[in-house]
């Protein structure tokens, strides 16, 4: 069966770094598009990064580009998020998912990411 497992949320200083990753298993890791989305308290779940299924096409919301950046290691079915920079405003828990086509059909748990001093 399909799983998406994140890791690496944590709690982080302003200014701070972290890395999430996503370990993929239960199909073609490398024949799938991917992205991370992100759900703050109180707000909707709002994308974050997209990576092809080869890694030669990324794309960024607005409000990380600069600042994050999504990759994939295809020989280890896992998908990153390098965020840099971390603001209060990237509290989230964040949550990667396949690709199918046009819209995500798998999702996992998801991670905390609490950015406070």
């Known amino acids: 069966q399909v799983q998406l497992v994140e890791s690496g949320g944590g709690l982080v200083q302003p200014g701070g770094s972290l890395r999430l990753s996503c370990a993929a298993s239960g199909f073609s890791f490398k024949t799938y598009a991917m992205k991370w989305y992100r759900q703050a308290p109180g707000k909707e779940r709002e994308l974050v990064a997209f990576i092809s299924s080869n890694g030669g096409s990324t794309n960024y919301a607005d409000s990380v580009k600069g600042r994050f950046t999504i990759s994939r290691d295809n020989a280890k079915n896992t998908v990153y998020l390098q965020m840099n920079n971390l603001k209060p405003d990237d509290t989230a828990v964040y949550y990667c998912?396949?690709?199918?086509?046009?819209?995500?059909?798998?999702w996992g748990q998801g991670t905390q990411v609490t950015v406070s001093s």
């Open positions: 998912a396949r690709m199918s086509i046009l819209i995500p059909d798998y």
